[in-house]
């Protein structure tokens, strides 16, 4: 599980550092275009970075849909539990258990129906405007994220079945921050 753990969070960082990177280029090469240096202008104009929005476009897509699946397992997704902390102890975890369920069937359902259309998609030539790859690559983020965002409820239900917790986010706490005080 720390492996799936770790391989997220460093897809995550991964997806969001190239598209920082490519965007800065992309940024750095427009403004340099506009210099007027002979020989680097005729060489930046003709360097071609119409795909650059594209794919940050698709990274930041893909980083949406794993960066929710984590927020579920960390817990900073969003929730609504205003009603359900009101509630005593009793109700509260089994509405607890409810919601972690319903959001566990409704990104599965999300996952599946995502599966089908991008199958469709593959049986098609259809392709990026700029980039000119394969569409169903950009569409796999749906079922990929959406059924990982359903393991990862599953997996808030079963901790929250056999500890009574659920995993709460706490802004004040530097990970391996103990490590280095300890030492």
Do not use: C
Not at 68 to 79: E, K, L, N, T
Not at 107 to 132: C, H, K, R, W
């Amino acid at each position: 599980m720390k492996l799936l753990d770790h391989l997220e969070e460093y897809l995550i960082a991964l997806l969001m550092a190239t598209a920082t990177l490519i965007t800065f280029i992309a940024v750095v090469h427009r403004y340099m275009s506009g210099f007027d240096i002979p020989v680097v202008q005729d060489y930046l104009i003709s360097l071609n970075t119409s795909w650059a929005q594209e794919l940050t476009i698709y990274l930041f897509v893909w980083m949406a849909k794993f960066g929710a699946a984590y927020g579920v397992r960390s817990g900073i997704h969003v929730g609504v539990d205003v009603l359900v902390n009101r509630m005593n102890e009793k109700n509260r975890k089994l509405f607890t258990l409810i919601s972690l369920g319903s959001g566990a069937l409704f990104t599965a359902i999300i996952g599946s129906l995502g599966s089908f259309f991008v199958y469709g998609i593959a049986q098609t030539d259809q392709t990026s405007p700029d980039m000119e790859i394969p569409m169903w690559w950009v569409y796999m983020a749906i079922p990929l994220g959406s059924f990982l965002m359903s393991f990862r409820f599953l997996q808030v239900a079963w901790h929250f079945i056999r500890s009574g917790e659920l995993p709460k986010h706490d802004h004040s706490h530097v990970e391996g921050l103990d490590k280095e005080v300890q030492a």
